[in-house]
């Protein structure tokens, strides 16, 4: 089992940012990816951006260029720094991971809100 505990969520005006965090422990031997992943009302869960084991960054479309994200993988740490934040990013952001089997893990889940 894989225990992952997101943290950074808040309120944010337009045009700010926030860093979210999530600390990965329990059964973690080799993993496929580290990821950040959104829920909005309505809508299923998207990916924002994950890392693979190889350190290669995946990015969605609308967040290239805002978001970057980056991972300890010493400290099995996940971070998503979020830059240049608009309205339409309001979410529940969920940390995952992958194992190489192919099992994802997910956490809590942190809301973010971007509103003036």
């Known amino acids: 089992q894989v225990q992952l505990v997101e943290s950074g969520g808040g309120l944010v005006q337009p045009g700010g940012s926030l860093r979210l965090s999530c600390a990965a422990s329990?059964?973690?031997?080799?993993?496929?990816?580290m990821g950040w992943y959104r829920r909005t009302p309505g809508k299923g869960r998207d990916l924002v951006a994950k890392?693979?084991?190889?350190?290669?960054?995946i990015y969605a479309d609308s967040v290239k260029g805002r978001f970057t994200i980056s991972g300890d993988n010493a400290k099995n740490m996940v971070y998503l720094q979020m830059n240049g934040l608009k309205p339409e990013d309001t979410a529940v952001y969920y940390c995952?991971?992958?194992?190489?089997?192919?099992?994802?893990?997910w956490g809590q889940g942190t809301q973010v809100t971007v509103s003036s």
């Open positions: 329990g059964s973690i031997f080799q993993l496929n990816h």
């Open positions: 890392i693979t084991s190889a350190g290669v960054p």
């Open positions: 995952n991971v992958q194992t190489i089997f192919s099992r994802d893990y």
